[in-house]
């Protein structure tokens, strides 16, 4: 048993945190966004630092795990603390499908609708292609007091993806 745990130990102490850094073109010369796994091991919540190529801080994308039991749920914060917007899977009943059958041929694709903070408004959406590659479609519309930016809702976008494991 503590050779297990040993293992265990020594494994996280190797692993990566899961960085995710977006450059203006395939030469990877200019780097314009960068996602920081906040901390290696997330039992229940997850959180990631979004910054600029500079390093300043834009936000923060957090995700409690035991949502995902019924319903998967991102919230998107600004620099600030002050939360900007909520991505959540966008049917309950798919969702609960999803939980029982799976992507089911990829027939049950996991779509995710971006809401204002007080989770009326809708934002935009994310949105799974049926195709044999992974496409998707991240429509956003103006919202309260202005559009979302754009940086925050790119990086909400691919960790939505990556961030689901899918």
Request: net charge positive; with cysteine.
């Amino acid at each position: 048993m503590a050779g297990l745990a040993a293992l265990i130990a020594v494994a996280v102490a190797l692993s990566r945190k899961r960085d995710v850094h977006f450059y203006r073109d395939d030469t990877r010369r200019e780097l314009v966004l960068q996602v920081f796994q906040d901390q290696k091991i997330a039992l229940i919540h997850a959180t990631y630092t979004i910054a600029d190529a500079g390093g300043q801080v834009l936000g923060r994308l957090d995700k409690n795990y035991l949502y995902n039991l019924f319903r998967k749920r991102w919230n998107c914060t600004d620099a600030t603390g002050k939360l900007v917007c909520v991505a959540r899977e966008d049917s309950a009943i798919l969702s609960l499908l999803r939980r029982l059958l799976g992507p089911f041929f990829g027939l049950l694709r996991t779509n995710f609708i971006l809401f204002a903070p007080d989770e009326i408004q809708v934002l935009g959406e994310f949105n799974r292609k049926f195709t044999i590659l992974d496409r998707y479609a991240l429509n956003l519309t103006d919202g309260p007091g202005g559009a979302l930016d754009r940086r925050l809702a790119v990086a909400l976008g691919v960790m939505l993806d990556t961030g689901e494991r899918r």
